[in-house]
């Protein structure tokens, strides 16, 4: 019994949780770190959609537990192992649905909506848009955007057209390079794990990744330059953060064509010390810009 309930805990993959790290940009950006309402409402949201995502990632290998036995690594996983069973994975899912949104009713309205979005919009890709070319990797990165808006909807701010944009094209690049290394890593067996795979070749992910690329990059410099941003924000500073989101997306482009990783970024992000590093002194710059006023 300890082993089945150690795997389910594994299943619910809390080392992806610090993809809801997004949830605090709204917080951050807003200016609104010193509000002591505004901070719990954040903390509220991020447990919340630690809840609806793990539930996701149940169903997911519910769903994929037949391919996942093929994989020379997603074979060990608990449900394609077959150490926990599909019932119980499917019944904790739909406990951490109905708890996760549950709880966004009371936090707000507008969260509740948009946590109901990613719910909706990742079981649609668990079910089926997976296997649709392009619109796989659009709707796999909307979890990213989704989580930024719903954690500017916990504290009720609006949030930034320009960081939406700059969030969501910083996904489509994180989501082709997932395609690129599951492509280049299973090789002529890619499509037997993921059929869409089949209709991806190397060339043509290096095509759209470099277009999603200088596209974050050019976003990102204009919002950092933006008189409209500078005047919310009330510093025109950002400016010094560009360097570190350059770096950043080159890193990555380190990992993926020199090491064949970029398949799970949440964990490289942690795990390779430069982009640790890198992440947290990009933190660091935002957080002197926006609360210490650096002249």
Same mark, same amino acid.
């Not at 594994?10 to 309402?37: C, E, I, T, Y």
């Not at 809840?51 to 093929?70: F, K, T």
């Not at 509740?112 to 796989?136: E, F, Q, T």
């Given at each position: 019994?300890?082993?089945?309930?150690?795997?389910?805990?594994?299943?619910?993959?809390?080392?992806?949780?610090?993809?809801?790290? !997004?949830?605090? &940009?709204? =917080?951050?950006? /807003?200016?609104? %770190?010193?509000?002591?309402?505004? +901070? @719990?409402? $954040? #903390?509220?949201?991020?447990?919340?959609?630690?809840?609806?995502?793990?539930?996701?990632?149940?169903?997911?290998?519910?769903?994929?537990?037949?391919?996942?036995?093929?994989?020379?690594?997603?074979?060990?996983?608990?449900?394609?192992?077959?150490?926990?069973?599909?019932?119980?994975?499917?019944?904790?899912?739909?406990? !951490?649905?109905? &708890?996760? =949104?549950?709880? /966004?009713?009371? %936090?707000?309205?507008?969260?509740? +909506? @948009?946590? $109901? #979005?990613?719910?909706?919009?990742?079981?649609?890709?668990?079910?089926?848009?997976?296997?649709?070319?392009?619109?796989?990797?659009?709707?796999?990165?909307?979890?990213?955007?989704?989580?930024?808006?719903?954690?500017?909807?916990?504290?009720?701010?609006?949030?930034?057209?320009?960081?939406?944009?700059?969030?969501?094209? !910083?996904?489509?690049?994180?989501?082709?390079?997932?395609?690129?290394?599951?492509?280049?890593?299973?090789?002529?067996? $890619?499509?037997?794990?993921?059929?869409?795979?089949?209709?991806?070749?190397?060339?043509?992910?290096?095509?759209?990744?470099?277009?999603?690329?200088?596209?974050?990059?050019?976003?990102?410099?204009?919002?950092?330059?933006?008189?409209?941003?500078?005047?919310?924000?009330?510093?025109?500073?950002?400016?010094?953060?560009?360097?570190?989101?350059?770096?950043?997306?080159?890193?990555?482009?380190?990992?993926?064509?020199?090491?064949?990783?970029?398949?799970?970024?949440?964990?490289?992000?942690?795990?390779?010390?430069?982009?640790?590093?890198?992440?947290?002194?990009?933190?660091?710059?935002?957080?002197?810009?926006?609360?210490?006023?650096?002249?």
């Amino acid at each position: 019994m300890l082993a089945v309930l150690g795997g389910l805990a594994r299943s619910l993959r809390p080392h992806q949780w610090v993809k809801n790290v !997004l949830l605090f &940009a709204a =917080l951050v950006f /807003a200016r609104r %770190l010193g509000d002591h309402d505004a +901070v @719990v409402h $954040a #903390l509220a949201g991020f447990a919340l959609f630690c809840l609806l995502s793990s539930g996701i990632y149940l169903v997911n290998d519910v769903i994929d537990r037949h391919q996942d036995r093929l994989h020379p690594r997603k074979r060990h996983r608990p449900i394609a192992s077959g150490l926990v069973p599909v019932p119980l994975a499917l019944g904790t899912a739909a406990l !951490l649905f109905a &708890a996760g =949104l549950a709880g /966004a009713s009371l %936090l707000s309205t507008g969260f509740l +909506v @948009v946590a $109901a #979005l990613y719910v909706g919009a990742s079981l649609a890709y668990c079910l089926g848009i997976k296997r649709i070319v392009i619109l796989d990797v659009m709707v796999l990165a909307s979890g990213y955007p989704l989580r930024a808006v719903a954690g500017a909807e916990a504290i009720g701010v609006s949030f930034s057209n320009w960081l939406l944009l700059c969030t969501s094209l !910083l996904a489509l690049f994180l989501g082709f390079c997932k395609r690129r290394q599951e492509l280049t890593s299973l090789g002529e067996d $890619a499509s037997e794990h993921r059929a869409v795979l089949a209709a991806y070749s190397v060339p043509f992910l290096d095509q759209m990744i470099a277009v999603v690329t200088a596209s974050t990059v050019v976003a990102y410099t204009f919002y950092a330059f933006s008189p409209e941003v500078a005047a919310k924000l009330g510093t025109d500073k950002l400016g010094l953060t560009i360097p570190f989101v350059i770096y950043g997306i080159f890193r990555y482009f380190y990992l993926v064509h020199m090491r064949g990783e970029g398949g799970r970024p949440a964990r490289e992000l942690v795990r390779d010390v430069p982009l640790l590093v890198n992440s947290v002194l990009y933190g660091l710059t935002v957080l002197l810009v926006l609360y210490h006023g650096v002249p």
